[in-house]
């Protein structure tokens, strides 16, 4: 009797292959394990084993598999669930789901190119006599394809070879390697408390006279300090008095200067940091009894906190009760930039029972982490993580902590899957009856609806930690103060007064403006021509720290030109300001403080994003310009005053949840003042002051913001009453992009009538010379979702199958953001 087995390949197909093996490997074989499998003409893929059975494909014939790669099952029957649930619910292939859950070490194909490791050891003895000779090729050529393997062994199957001198960890697979995050230490001096009284400090002044050199560098310490509140660095000591290091290292033995180190990880904590266990205040008792009480007849809380009321420190709490239960916690983040932050104040608490798991690890480090909580080791109680953490092997799932919910990086936009990570957390928790917490500031309205309808128990911690006032809100009406030529740059006079209040007692300001750049458009006076990008439909943007003309979508850069370049006339201006043009005004007003700006321009390589946050902290920066980069959960001790420079180009966007997202940035960016014991002040520059959203902000009014937009939502039927699905057309083709969408659309109309939307091409309808063009289904509540999927798959193979359309690209977004 012959078998089969069902395998995922990590290709965009709809459906699994069946491949025949023998009795021997069926005997052998269980649902999870690698499999190497030929695939087309003469490739060959790494496939995961889904099924065992023994009915042949009815179509072709089956192949033999070429050999097994595992032991042991790579992946759980838990993650197959799940990825089929992926695959269903947002429309794509179970080979997507594949690829974006496996760390790509483990899915080998003829086209990966293996390199030797640098600091690689190569014991003989170790190495079997295939293994070397493939060491050997690769000690004379940097890198060799597997296919090249195949020809070097002149054998086929060469996956398990390679497999096994991976594991040694003598090559590694085509990737980059990045290093693990180190905790930096710096180096602070202070005065000795011994020499804080008057006849001690001339005692010792007389002391030094024979050390002139000592005495000229304390004296240079206490003009340094009293002009800077601030701690001092070894280093600025030097650098600002000219004293070589070893002299300050004199006056440290001596024991007139102390030095102290600080690290420079995110987690400063006011309160007393305490290792053993947290001290939940009244007010946080009461919320942790409230969730656990939720959770006892609810799968799901959501946790509404306002900003720095100490919702981590609950989180801490509730892991610390599913760790003791022997299971394991995963807490998604939605950037990972933040996570440093988070993890050293979880490993505080838990040690080494904490493993990271995100973008920004070598693919070996992935292997690693993977291969921990497969094993369910120890070291993998915790896990924190950026969306892609929740395709990890998770055995024993206690608990899921999805942190700023409402965020929009939970949503994966390209390639497929594109799911949505703060929902596929909830089904993953269900599928090990696990309990989810969904923590935010500013909760998404479909989260809010949710609890509001008694489908997630609902808690609330409205009082900031240690009792700290939120912040003082304040509007600037931009429009008069222009007319009053109250205005410096875009800055208004209050504004400026302001930060000038905040940095004379040695406070730190943080500036948002969410568009980076110098300037979004350049305009001609004479006639009115502004430079477009040739491959996409937007204006380009100046940039002048390069003094380039950049496109946002596709990168294509000029030189900043002189003159306009449709008339030649030399009078070209710049219309509208990004992150650049505030930092160059700043300068010119404030040119004695240190201005920084954190946007994609500033933040691209690994460590950037951390050391500008460090410097932050340690306040050799005083005032920090950015855009939304900056309104997640950051937490500076030192700033006093945030400013958003217009609020009005967030609320004009062609979206309808333009106006929730405006309400959830500006209250993220405003809870980054104030955080200790003084009261911070937020100060919002708009041409429409009295706007309902601003108003809103300014009294921190989610349930007014909440109630208007749900209105809203229901008279133009969008979720959280109506479903979406939307599907884009893409092609280089401008009429057959055209022709293929008024198919689509008219095929969708016949069925789903009015609730059809489009086609309409989007506010940018070219990115790379391709078109685009949407088509928006709507979803009532009482139409069942699975059948709405089925007639449109339906739909989609007609469509394919028509010879004209085979050049467009058909993406479908479910739920999109």
Known sequence: ?????????????????????????????????????????????????????????????????????????????????????????????????????????????????????????????????????????????????????????????????????????????????????????????????DYDNEARMHQLLDDLEKAPKQKEALLSFFSIKAQHKKPLKVKDLSDKSGVSAAIIKSLIKKKILEEFYEKTDRVTFSGESSQTGIQLSEIQQKAFSEIEDGLQDQDVCLFHGITSSGKTEIYIKLIEKVIANGQQALYVLPEIALTTQLIERLRAYFGDKVLVYHS??????????????????????????????????????GLVVVDEEHETSFKQFDPAPRYHARDAAVVLANLFKAKTILGSATPSLESYFNAQHHKYAFVELNRRYGNVLEPEIEIVDIKTKYKKKEMKGHFSDRMLAEIKETLDVGEQVILFQNRRGFSPVLECNTCGHSPQCPNCDVSLTYHSHNNQLRCHYCGYHIAMQKKCMACDSPEITTKGFGTEQIETELKAIFPDYKTARMDQDTTRGKYAYEKLITAFEQQEIDILIGTQMLTKGLDFRKVNLVGIMNADNLLNFPDFRAHERSFQLMLQVAGRAGRTKKRGKVLIQSYNPHHQII??????????????????????????????????LKCRDYSKTNEGADWLAAGMKNVFKENVLGPEFPPVARIRNEYHKNILLKIPQQQSLGKTKKILQRIMESFKAIGAFRSIKVVINVDPI
């Open 1 to 193: 009797m012959p078998y089969f087995i069902d395998v995922i390949l990590p290709l965009p197909l709809q459906k699994r292959f069946t491949y025949a093996i023998t009795e021997a490997e069926a005997n052998f074989l269980e649902e999870g394990m690698r499999v190497a499998v030929p695939f087309g003409k003469s490739k060959v893929y790494t496939a995961i084993m889904a099924a065992i059975h023994q009915n042949p494909p009815q179509v072709y014939e089956a192949k033999p598999i070429n050999q097994i790669l595992d032991k042991n099952p790579l992946v759980t029957k838990h993650q197959l669930k799940f990825w089929a649930w992926i695959a269903s619910y947002y429309m794509c292939a179970e080979g997507d789901v594949l690829k974006a859950a496996l760390p790509g070490a483990f899915l080998l194909e003829s086209e990966s190119i293996v390199e030797l490791k640098k600091d690689a050891n190569v014991e003989e003895a170790e190495v079997g006599d295939e293994e070397y000779l493939v060491i050997e090729a690769l000690q004379r050529q940097s890198s060799v394809k597997i296919q090249e393997v195949m020809k070097i062994l002149d054998k086929k199957t060469v996956l398990p070879i390679i497999n096994a001198l991976v594991q040694k960890e003598l090559v590694v697979l085509n990737q980059e390697i990045y290093e693990q995050y180190k905790p930096k230490k710096i180096r602070f001096v202070r005065l000795n408390p």
């Open 360 to 397: 920004k690890y070598s693919i070996n480090e992935r292997v690693e982490v993977y291969r921990h909580i497969l094993e369910d080791s120890e070291k993998a109680r915790i896990v924190i993580g950026a969306r892609s953490s929740i395709f990890l092997p998770f055995a024993n799932l």
């Open 695 to 728: 108003q809103q902000v300014s009294m921190g009014d989610y349930a007014g913001m909440y109630k208007d937009q749900l209105e809203e939502r229901y008279n133009y039927k969008y979720p959280p009453f109506y479903r979406l699905i939307r599907i884009t």
